[in-house]
């Protein structure tokens, strides 16, 4: 900041810098520079909810093709995150918002039910907005 300081509206950015990563820094050490931990505890107070994703982001539609694919995403991603966390997720992102009819099994099978309502939010409820109507696959899921 030193070098800013004849400059008024760069000593301030920098101010605002150093303060908002001054902030961010201490926090880091606050929860002992594991931010995971910190997490947990805001999702074990009723704060947060986390989620898991596809274990490494696979496209499951186009791993559609080898189901045992799509099922060890779910299944290694679902461990990994009780393993985290202490118990299983309850909703996962689908990776890029890809879902194919018949999915639904391998999200169940690893306690993740909120996986539809996520799709619909970040992905789906736009198109809806525009189309006028409930695709076919999703209005089969939610009956």
């Not at 990776?95 to 169940?108: D, I, N, R, S, V």
Request: proline letters at 4%.
């Amino acid at each position: 900041m030193e070098r800013t300081k004849w400059q008024e509206a760069f000593r301030r950015l920098a101010e605002m810098y150093f303060n908002r990563f001054s902030h961010a820094r201490d926090t880091f050490q606050k929860y002992n520079r594991n931010l995971v931990h910190a997490f947990k505890k805001f999702q074990d107070l009723g704060k947060l909810e986390i989620i898991t994703c596809g274990a490494t982001h696979g496209f499951f539609p186009l791993m559609d093709v080898c189901r045992d694919s799509v099922r060890a995403q779910v299944k290694v991603a679902a461990d990994h995150y009780e393993s985290t966390f202490g118990r299983r997720p309850r909703g996962i992102w689908l990776p890029e918002c890809g879902f194919a009819p018949g999915m639904t099994k391998y999200f169940a099978k690893r306690g993740s039910v909120s996986f539809l309502l996520i799709l619909m939010v970040c992905c789906t409820v736009p198109l809806v907005l525009n189309m006028g109507f409930l695709p076919r696959f999703i209005a089969r899921v939610l009956v």
